[in-house]
Every structure is written in structure tokens, then in C-alpha cells.
């Protein structure tokens, strides 16, 4: 994305010098969607693992290559905005992606990109051009360094030949061609998430924390499990004493822990959600490249994420309302086209005003299509099939199959077991 405001990307932004930006994601930077929505700036919003795969094959000489996420949504048949005019009406729209049928399942192709210069950042540099980066600071740079006719290495130090031990060099030297040491390295943190020490847990509202606690009940011992931001996240808090489930963030980490105490804070060291976190023993560093390979090809056993619409056969809403709100796809799209991985969706049952968030058919751009195999709210539990649609598994409590049915905007069937 393009960070926060006044950093970095940001710069340019204010400085009008960016024309188009190829992003998966809008971020914090207030500036950015502004200059989107108002029709000054050209945004192609693109999954976060095919804008990673995009690059790695661009480095790789692969001209295009074949991918089942984004089937079925704006990605795939075109139409996303990339440009509104000053009236927000979409004056610059994406083109459709081819589409084939590999062993029954629908994949769209992705052309792969290069760059005349790639910029990136890593800690290290030795002296015929190694790289080396810190803990989750990997992230695109590496696949970027590669996509590059001219790669520029701005680092924190110097070192000779030979101080990087082979096993620890990420980016090999004959993909860089220039590097520099800068003077001046803040690292400003978008999300300073931390905990207290000794401190009595989380502080959520009832209906909050019963969505919390019954998605935590998906986790099972030795699991490998991506959270969203905001309430799939929390569910981290409520995994039982002795299991272990080892999570994943997008940006290359696995094995996250929990957040860390204010003197443990590292800004080099931040989940997908640009929040601070730790990790735990047995945990691992990678690139966004071999994160979303780990993702796409089904290693991911279970994703819990937020929803903004789901409809009645699991297709699911949760990136853009178009000409009002745009903060990007993220790597949703990728984490809910994976064949291997159950998706459950975490949200509160109705909008503001009561309005219905699940729906006979979503009607805001789709993240995924027939990809949600669960739904658990406030009021109770849907589990999701692409034919047969809905039906209700558990009801809370305090909430009576009318109350169920009236915040519902579509038809589904009640289990026999139903649970309370």
C-alpha cells in the first residue's frame, strides 16, 4: 500500500507524482483514497498474493501464469474502477482476465510485472551486493529486487564480503545493482499494539465476545490458521491452554505470538494488520512471495475473517463499496479461493440500523464466490453449502428462530440437532 501520510509513498502522493499505483491494499494513508475517490489518482487494485506471484514471475522471466483467486469477482470479469472521474463516475475501468478449467476447478490468468528501477529496503548489504533483511521486514522486497532491470538496496549497514553467511543471504547479489547506506532510519509504527504485563485480558462487549469465543472453538490442536484483522484476530486470545495452533500473517511470518509489552515493541517485527506483535518458539520469517504459495496451495488450514455481506451460498463481500469506501482486498481474495482451507466468517449479525448483512445475493463487489463455509455471529451459527445454502447449526441463548429469521435476509433451513 502507500504506508501512512507524509512518509515515504506519501510524499510523493501530496506531491502529485504518482500517476497509477498497483496496490492490494489502500491502508491509513487518508490522502491516498482521497486522491482515489476524487478521480486524481489511478488505482489497480490487485490480491496481495497475485500482486506477489505478479512480481516473482516477473523476476523469473514467467510472462503470465494461472491463478484461482480473484475467479468469479471484478478481478475476473472486469470492471473494476481504477480511475473515477470528478463526478465518481468510473472513467478508467480494469479489462476481464482470461479464464480456463484445470482439473475442474475455474483459474484466471495474471500477466507478470517488471519495473524499470525497483527500490528496496533491507538491513544488511555486503560489499558484491548480498541482502539480508530483519525478522518480518522481508516482506515484497525480495520479489521486488527481482522484478527490477536496475535494483537499488537502500540499507541500515554496510558490511564486507563475507560477513553475511551464505545461509542468511534472502536476496542474492546478482539481482542488486546499487546499494546504499542511509543516515537517518525512524520506522514509524502505524498500529502500536501492545498488552499490559500481568494485565486481566480483553475488554468486549457481549455480543463481541461470544462471536470471539465460539470462532475459537474452530482451532484444534497443531493447526495453521490465518486471522483477519479486528474480532478474527481476538479469537488468538481464547485458543485453550495446551493447544497449540500456529498462526500465520501475510506479510511472511508464522508462528505469531501475542502482542508484546510496551519495552518488547520492535517496529521490524508487525503482522499483516500492521500491528505489533511477537512470535513464538518455532516460528519462521519468509517473503510475501512464499506466503501466499504457503496460502494458495492449501497449507492453510483454517482462515477466520470479517465480512461486510455473505450470501446464501457463501459468496462473500468484504473490500469496497464503490465511490464511498475503498481500503483494498488485501489478501483476502487469495485466502478464500484455496481449495484446502475452511473459511469462517466472523461479524455481527446485522449493520447499523438493523440492516441485513447476509443476503440471497451480495450486493457490493465480491471477494470470493462459494467460499465461505461458515458464518458466526452474535445470534448463532450457519453452516454454509454452495448448493444447498444455509443452515442454522446453533442459536444463542437469548435469541429466539423469529429474531433469527428477521435479521436474515434470506431463506435457510433449521439443523435438527440444533444447538444452543
Known amino acids: 500500500n502507500a504506508g501512512i501520510d507524509g512518509v515515504g509513498l506519501g510524499l510523493l502522493l501530496n506531491n502529485r507524482q504518482v500517476k497509477r499505483m498497483v496496490s492490494s491494499y489502500v491502508g491509513e494513508n487518508a490522502e491516498f483514497e482521497r486522491q482515489y475517490l476524487s478521480g486524481e489518482l489511478e488505482v489497480e487494485l490487485t490480491p496481495q498474493g497475485t500482486l506477489a506471484e505478479r512480481l516473482r514471475a516477473g523476476g523469473a522471466g514467467i510472462p503470465a501464469f494461472w491463478t484461482a483467486t480473484g475467479y468469479g469477482t471484478l478481478i475476473h470479469k472486469g470492471g473494476a474502477p481504477i480511475r473515477y472521474d470528478k463526478s465518481g463516475n468510473v472513467a478508467i475501468a480494469s479489462e476481464p482476465r482470461r479464464c480456463e478449467t484445470f482439473n475442474g476447478r475455474q483459474y484466471i490468468m495474471e500477466e507478470a510485472i517488471t519495473g524499470d528501477f525497483s527500490l528496496v529496503k533491507a538491513w544488511k548489504a555486503d560489499r558484491v551486493g548480498n541482502l539480508t533483511f530483519r525478522r518480518s521486514a522481508r516482506n515484497f522486497n525480495p520479489p521486488v529486487a527481482r522484478a527490477g532491470r536496475v535494483t537499488i538496496a537502500e540499507v541500515e549497514e554496510i558490511v564486507e564480503s563475507g560477513a553475511i553467511p551464505p545461509e542468511d543471504v534472502h536476496v542474492p547479489s546478482v539481482y542488486v545493482d546499487r546499494v546504499y547506506r542511509g543516515e537517518h532510519f525512524a520506522k514509524p509504527i502505524e498500529r502500536r499494539t501492545t498488552r499490559k504485563a500481568g494485565g486481566k485480558g480483553l475488554a468486549l462487549d457481549g455480543a463481541r465476545e461470544r462471536i470471539i469465543r465460539r470462532a475459537a472453538l474452530e482451532f484444534g490442536d497443531g493447526m495453521f490458521a490465518n486471522l483477519g484483522i479486528g474480532i478474527p484476530m481476538l479469537a488468538s486470545n481464547f485458543i485453550p491452554p495446551g493447544m497449540t495452533v500456529h498462526l500465520q500473517s501475510e506479510n511472511g511470518i508464522l508462528g505469531l505470538g501475542p502482542f508484546p509489552e510496551e519495552g518488547d515493541v520492535d517496529p521490524d517485527l508487525i503482522n499483516a494488520g500492521k500491528e505489533t506483535v511477537t512470535v513464538i518458539s518455532g516460528g519462521a520469517f519468509f517473503a510475501s512471495d512464499e506466503s501466499f504459495a504457503m496460502i494458495r496451495g492449501g497449507h492453510i488450514d483454517l482462515t477466520i475473517l470479517g465480512a461486510m455481506q455473505v450470501s446464501q451460498h457463501g459468496d462473500l463481500a468484504n473490500w469496497m463499496i464503490p465511490g464511498k469506501m475503498v481500503k483494498g482486498m488485501g489478501g483476502a481474495m487469495d485466502l478464500v479461493a484455496s ?57 444463542c441463548d437469548d435469541c429466539t428462530l423469529e429474531e433469527v429469521k428477521e435479521s436474515t435476509g434470506c431463506p435457510f433451513v433449521v439443523a435438527p440437532t440444533l444447538k444452543p
Open 339 to 395: 481449495a484446502g482451507t475452511k473459511v469462517v466468517v466472523t461479524m455481527e449479525h446485522t449493520a447499523k440500523g438493523g440492516k441485513q448483512k447476509i443476503l440471497e445475493e451480495c450486493t457490493l463487489p465480491l471477494t470470493g464466490k462459494n467460499c465461505v463455509n461458515q458464518i458466526i455471529t452474535e445470534m448463532g451459527v450457519f453452516d454454509v453449502d454452495p448448493v444447498d445454502g444455509l443452515t442454522l447449526v446453533e442459536i
